[in-house]
């Protein structure tokens, strides 16, 4: 089944608040829409239902002209960012209609939050896995290496998705079932409970359950 509507936005920070009871809560602030609906695409036309969005507004001089040619019919402007999400019924929604919080969100809700992690580079096996390493004794000669990683006759290879140092990070990464602490529609902003994938600034995509 795909996903249903979602909606684009970008990380800000993060920051707590208190509860009635006086315990703090750790959430991330989230900069979500206002999106403009690009284009919608059909089963009949293109395979699947899906509407496509636009956020975070570019200026005209900024859009070369297969771009402007592809936002005029909505005429809100270029963006910087444009994705699509799958949708079950079109006829909700309009070319340049936009797609704002407070008609998605309210406190409780339980949402899926999808962005890119945060790059580490090239990692060795105890940052990127975990691992223990050696003794840390003089004379041991063993301490950060990934130790024996095959055998020798059989099967005499390194066997496939061994841990091993190599890139960190930098992967799509999505939190379920995170909640919607506060929505705050006149900053265009959303509180959800903890921690989400990405560095400040970063490109969120929030699904509605």
Do not use: W
């Amino acid at each position: 089944m795909p996903k249903t509507m979602g909606i684009l936005g970008k990380k800000v920070g993060m920051t707590r608040i208190y509860s009635e009871t006086g315990s703090a809560i750790p959430v991330t602030a989230i900069e979500a829409g206002p999106c403009v609906v690009l284009q919608k695409k059909s089963v009949a036309k293109d395979g699947y239902n899906a509407i496509q969005v636009g956020f975070a507004g570019k200026k005209e001089a900024r859009l070369n002209k297969p771009e402007a040619g592809h936002v005029k019919a909505a005429g809100k402007g270029g963006f910087y960012h444009i994705k699509e999400f799958r949708v079950a019924d079109l006829e909700q929604y309009e070319i340049g209609q936009e797609i704002r919080i407070d008609d998605m969100f309210k406190i409780g809700d339980l949402v899926d939050v999808s962005g890119v992690s945060k790059g580490r580079g090239f990692q060795g096996v105890m940052k990127r896995h975990g691992f223990g390493g050696g003794k840390k004794t003089h004379g041991s000669m063993f301490h950060r290496a990934p130790g024996s990683i095959g055998c020798s006759a059989t099967p005499s290879k390194v066997v496939k998705g061994k841990k091993m140092p190599g890139r960190m990070g930098n992967d799509l990464v999505t939190k379920k079932n995170v909640i919607i602490v506060d929505v705050r529609p006149e900053d265009n902003v959303v509180l959800v409970k903890g921690c989400v994938p990405g560095a400040k600034q970063g490109l969120l995509r929030i699904f509605t359950k």
